[in-house]
C-alpha cells in the first residue's frame, strides 16, 4: 500500500468520527459557514499568485517548523500573497482544522483547505471554519466524485481546485473546476519533479486559472514556470524552513506577471 492509499484509508475513519461527534446541521450554525467568499481565482490573477502555506509537518521531511499559524500566516501577509493555504490532516502533518479559522481571523486573502477531500462533510466542515476554497485531489477521486464535491462546494460557496499530477487524470476535470493546479510531488513515490509542471501545460485547458505546486525553491522556477503560462505557485516547505525566500519569489511573481507581459 503507498502512502496515498494509507492516508485514504485513515480520512474515511476520521470522517465517520467526526460525523458522529459533530452533525452538518451543527456546522452550518457556525458564524463563519455564511461569511462572503474571498475569490481564490481571482486573487491569483491580480496579484502575485503565490500560495503561501502552513504546516507543522510532512511524510517527505518530516518535521519542517513549530511556529504558530498567526504567527507564520501574518508573515506571509506583509509579504502579498495571493492566498493562504492551510493544511488541515492530522495524521500525516500535523494539521487542525480548527487553523483556518485562526488564519480567517488574523488574515483578509482567500483560505485554500488543503487536505484529502473525499466527502462532502469535510465541505460543510471547511466552510464552517473559515475556507474560501478547497483543494481536490484527482488521483485521489474518480471523475463522478469529483464533479459531485465540486457541484457541492460551489453550492455552497466554495470554489474549488483541482491538483493532477499526471495526463491520464485529465479526464476528471470538470468545467466548474475555478484553479487547475499541477503537483509537482508524486503522491504514491514522494518524488518531486519541477518538470511535471512543464510537461503537464499541453494537457491544460487555456481558459483556467493554473498554478504549480511543490518544489518551489529558487526565483528563476517562477520566473520560468510563469513565462510557461502559469499564473500562481502553491510554496510550503521552502519558505516555512527558508522566509527570507519569499521575497525574492514574489518579487521574481511580480515582475514576471504585471513587468515582463505588459502589452
Known sequence: MNILDKILEIKRKEIEVKRRQQSVDSLIKQPLFNSETISLANSIKNGTGIIAEYKRWSPSAGKIQDKSIDEVVNFYKDHKVSGYSVLTDEEYFGG???DMRT?????EGPILRKDFIIDEYQLF????YG???VLLIAEALDSYHALALTTMAHSIGLEV????HSADEIEKLNDSVDVIGVNNRNLKTLETRI???EEMLKFLPYNKVKITESGIEQANQIKFLYDLGFSGALIGESVLKNPGLLSELSEAALGSKFVNHED
Open 96 to 98: 487542525r482544522v480548527g
Open 103 to 107: 488564519a480567517k481571523r488574523v488574515v
Open 125 to 128: 466542515e471547511a466552510k464552517a
Open 131 to 133: 475556507a474560501d476554497a
Open 161 to 164: 481546485l483541482m491538483e493532477f
Open 195 to 197: 518538470e511535471t509542471s
